[in-house]
């Protein structure tokens, strides 16, 4: 269900939700072995893409009916779903979301914990659970507003809408649309991986303003000394 690959100098994981005839929806056992490939990643940065037509259509609905409307089981599963994104979100590793085809509930909220959001021009995204009484539960209501802002995060969630790759760019659910998404990845994957780690860190790290300001200056200085021979030579 999760198949991993890594490219021939470990720049980069490819971690693939490999389900294409449930549109890669994720139960139990693959949010666990997604789990698995991201915490055992050594390389600077991830691709995490979809088989076949689809990114993913998030929580498998015959394992949600499986629960049989039991609230601690429900509970249960949606903190596995939140506890693999953070994962994503922790990872010393860049994680680059390729996506293609449809991203929808749980899969729209994996995404939106990837550091790198890339659809292709066939891709669309949506939050639908609310059409039939539920809503994606894998830290989306946290993540969302961070991204479109609360006013658009409400309107796109409340209305269950799908957007194309074009509006998804406008409103900032992804930053780049291309073809082939891992070229992305592989852009990113040509810089240094200590300073990708600590920009990820600097960035991601939601604390109050003049700690984080320090803490930027400190990663700075720990660069500087690690790549001066790399700054002579560019000045070269």
Known sequence: ???????ADRSIRTVTIDRPDARNALTVAGLEALETAIEDAEEPVIY???RGEAFSAGADLEAVADLDGDRERAVEFARLGQRVARKIEDSPAVVVAGIDGPARGGGLELALACDVRVGTPDSTYGEPGVTFGLFGAWGGTVRLPRVLGEGDALEFALSGRAVDADAALRMGLISRIEAEPRTVAEEIAE????ALAVLKRRIRDDGERATQERLEARAFGDLVAAHADDIDAVLE
């Open 191 to 194: 810089n240094a991986p200590d």
């Open 1 to 7: 269900m999760i198949d991993v690959d890594s490219n």
């Open 48 to 50: 995490l893409r979809g």
